[in-house]
């Protein structure tokens, strides 16, 4: 589907000319006077997603740490696939990445005693392929795409805050 619009991961641009876009219906989120409240995907959406992947990463060769979302892509403007997506399950079916929690605890231990600089922040998520840039300053975009890393690997809270628990998923994942 031409679906990114203006987008970027690993340093490659415009990817509507470059990757397979997968549609999943799903009315994203509503905002109720309680909070936002996100709606789940199906149990037969996922099992098809993860055929239809299968089939397509093996007939492309694609790598699992290309398998991404919207809100990889462009995390200032989109939210999908949203804190729901079952991208654990994706990657434990090896159609994606994901870091293990058991190197994450040692190294959250870390980053709690030496929280590492902003600057660490924004090296570590362009090596992981976001497209940030590098000021060395806690700015909106690096507000953005901290939430949008937290979403994905972390999704009980994505506000874009950085702390120990996002530092060490980043040092795992960029250290496999």
Do not use: C
């Not at 870091?99 to 600057?119: G, H």
């Amino acid at each position: 589907a031409w679906h990114a619009g203006d987008s970027q991961w690993d340093g490659r641009t415009w990817l509507n000319s470059s990757s397979i876009g997968i549609e999943i219906v799903n009315p994203g989120f509503t905002d109720t006077p309680n909070g936002r409240v996100w709606h789940p995907y199906t149990e037969a959406q996922v099992e098809a997603l993860i055929a239809l992947l299968k089939d397509i990463v093996k007939r492309n060769n694609i790598q699992p740490r290309y398998i991404i979302g919207h809100s990889d892509i462009a995390p200032s403007r989109k939210l999908d696939p949203g804190p729901l997506f079952p991208w654990k399950r994706l990657a434990d079916a090896g159609l994606g990445v994901w870091p293990d929690a058991r190197a994450v605890a040692q190294q959250q231990t870390r980053f709690s005693v030496n929280p590492p600089s902003i600057t660490w922040y924004q090296q570590q998520l362009a090596r992981f392929g976001y497209a940030i840039e590098q000021t060395g300053v806690y700015d909106v975009s690096t507000k953005h795409v901290l939430a949008a890393f937290q979403m994905r690997f972390r999704p009980q809270r994505f506000d874009g805050v950085p702390d120990a628990q996002t530092a060490a998923m980043l040092q795992v994942l960029n250290s496999r």
